[in-house]
């Protein structure tokens, strides 16, 4: 069964520190990892979408990195704007569904 | 362009009532999704419709939801005889048809059976 896990649950940073959120995953092959954003009360924001072991994103300050087990998405110099839920998803080769983490809850403090 | 829109937008029942929820999707996408996502989790696949089939149903939690697609665009969620346990957020996704196109998706529709 195809399975994502999103480390930590929940993260502090005071504005302008820098780090990392972690995507574990198990998935019987990947066609592809996706990253969303997500507001209160607002459905999923799409951020990226890697492919394979190796691929980098870029969006501003946010990058986001894949290996053949887990995605980091980083988050440099952050301001209380990109305070949010950050969601990790999986799409199996032969699906169309996504199956999603738990998600990462980041609040940037000014 | 339109994203994804949802009615309505809260939604409270009591238990044992029905309920549809509508989606209507980016135009133009073929693909349609539903997902569930309770409080503090993130979203669960419920279905997937490409036009107007079901293409993959294998989410839905058992036989009181339905999911419908007549013409290829709107779509309808039911929940018949509704349970506290179905109180949830319900999302939906539209995408083009090719598998690894991203899923875009609406504001939710905020479900709350007392």
């Known amino acids: 069964e195809d399975q994502v896990t999103q480390s930590p649950e929940a993260l502090r940073l005071q504005e302008g520190e820098s780090s990392s959120l972690n995507c574990s995953y198990t998935?019987?092959?990947?066609?592809?990892l996706f990253w969303y954003r997500q507001d209160p009360g607002k459905g999923p924001e799409f951020l990226f979408t890697?492919?394979?072991a190796g691929e980098e994103k870029e969006k501003e300050r946010l990058k986001a990195t894949l290996t053949k087990k887990e995605s980091f998405l980083h988050i440099t110099a952050p301001k209380p704007e990109d305070s949010a839920t950050y969601l990790c998803?999986?799409?199996?080769?032969?699906?169309?569904?996504?199956?999603f983490g738990q998600g990462t809850r980041l609040t940037i403090n000014p | 362009g339109a994203g994804v829109s949802q009615t309505p937008s809260n939604k409270v029942t009591e238990k044992g009532k029905y309920v549809e929820l509508r989606c209507d999707p980016i135009?133009?996408?073929?693909?349609l999704y539903w997902y569930r996502q309770s409080l503090g989790q993130g979203p669960e696949f419920l279905i997937y419709?490409?036009?107007?089939?079901?293409?993959?149903d294998s989410g839905l939690p058992n036989d009181r939801f339905f999911a419908v697609r007549p013409e290829g665009s709107v779509s309808t969620l039911k929940i018949q005889r509704t349970e506290r346990g179905d109180s949830a957020v319900y999302l939906c996704?539209?995408?083009?048809?090719?598998?690894?196109?991203?899923?875009?998706f609406g504001p939710g529709t905020r479900l709350t059976v007392l």
């Open positions: 996704a539209s995408s083009l048809a090719q598998p690894g196109d991203t899923q875009y």
């Open positions: 998935v019987s092959g990947l066609r592809g």
């Open positions: 890697l492919y394979s």
């Open positions: 998803a999986v799409q199996a080769w032969g699906a169309q569904k996504l199956v």
């Open positions: 135009s133009g996408h073929t693909a």
């Open positions: 419709f490409q036009g107007t089939g079901a293409a993959d």
